[in-house]
């Protein structure tokens, strides 16, 4: 799969599991989501992100909407898989670290979230409205494929190019694989 998200060389592309964790990305998808990677050994999470950094406020300009859809989509898992030891420790975790994360566990809304739009704000390269496709991996249960392509020509697309850019200097996606192997 990694050679499929390597492919993808206009959009950030990533694969990640059931209980969101990101297992593999493409440079795009290493360097918008370098924030979740930044001191972590495992495999960055965006649950975890979104309830337990406090920049996550930033990246997500609509944090609340990140938040709920977040917990329908692990919640949606965590019905699909009951006897998910992983999935039950992640909820535990954030259960115990978060209010706002229980507030919203209990609420018991459930979501698909396969395509739509969402907007980020990048540390580096700011304001990035961009669309998005989800697909579950057939072959891989429990995994899928979410790429996120700009509107051609718009500002989030010259973005995206400036943070291309940015990765490649960085060397991002390199300190992101090796964060994932731990």
Not at 7 to 24: E, H, K, L
Not at 41 to 69: C, E, K, Q
Not at 135 to 146: I, R
């Amino acid at each position: 799969m990694q050679y499929l998200l390597d492919a993808i060389t206009g959009a950030p592309a990533f694969i990640a599991n059931n209980r969101m964790d990101i297992v593999a990305a493409n440079d795009l998808g290493y360097a918008m989501y370098s924030d979740m990677y930044r001191g972590t050994a495992r495999p960055a999470n965006h649950s975890r992100f979104i309830f337990l950094d406090p920049l996550s406020h930033n990246f997500y300009p609509d944090w609340d909407r990140a938040a709920n859809v977040n917990v329908a989509i692990l919640r949606r898992e965590a019905g699909r898989n009951p006897h998910d030891k992983r999935i039950a420790e992640l909820v535990g975790e954030l259960s115990m670290r978060s209010d706002e994360f229980r507030t919203r566990w209990a609420a018991h809304n459930v979501r698909r979230h396969y395509s739509g739009t969402k907007t980020f704000r990048h540390p580096v390269v700011g304001l990035l409205e961009l669309t998005y496709a989800a697909m579950e991996l057939e072959d891989d249960p429990g995994h899928t494929l979410t790429v996120y392509p700009a509107v051609p020509g718009s500002p989030s697309d010259e973005a995206l190019r400036l943070l291309a850019s940015w990765a490649a200097t960085e060397r991002i996606a390199e300190t992101a694989r090796a964060a994932s192997r731990a």
